[in-house]
């Protein structure tokens, strides 16, 4: 089953996504900033990563553009998860290479149509 990585600096928020991707079959594992994001993406290699935007230190932004601008990791699509529900965030977000946008608090069912979608089954 595909391997998803979990990026957000709240453990509850991981705990939600978590539960709602382990019960489906996905493998989950996390990263609780931007920066052990991208290190994560690169030595992990998922299928696909849940990005939050909002973190100390390297923002989901930044975290997105940096996985989606390096030549190891840029295929692996990015799903920004995020509080953020302005139109400005997900025009941003779409331009820093994500794939999709959600605004929390996820609606399983269409995170897991995202999901599927993405990875072309």
């Keep these: ?5 979990i ?3 709240s453990p509850t928020e991981i705990h939600v996504l978590k ?3 382990d019960k489906h079959g996905f493998e989950t ?3 609780e900033s ?3 994001g991208v290190v994560k993406a690169s030595e992990e290699m998922p299928d696909l990563i849940l990005m939050d935007i909002v973190m100390p230190g390297m923002n989901g932004f930044q975290a997105t553009r940096k996985i989606s601008n390096t030549e190891e990791t840029k295929n692996i699509p990015i ?3 995020t509080t953020k529900d302005q ?3 997900r025009v941003w977000g779409l331009r820093q290479g994500a794939k999709d946008y959600l605004t929390k608090p996820v609606d399983e069912k269409v995170l897991l149509e995202k999901i599927t979608t993405l990875l072309g089954g």
Excluded: N
């Excluded at 089953?1 to 990585?5: D, N, S, T, V």
């Design 1 to 5: 089953m595909a391997r998803i990585l």
């Design 7 to 9: 990026v957000d600096d």
């Design 19 to 21: 539960t709602m991707l």
């Design 29 to 31: 594992f996390s990263a």
């Design 34 to 36: 931007g920066e052990d």
């Design 79 to 81: 799903i920004i998860v």
């Design 87 to 89: 139109e400005t965030d």
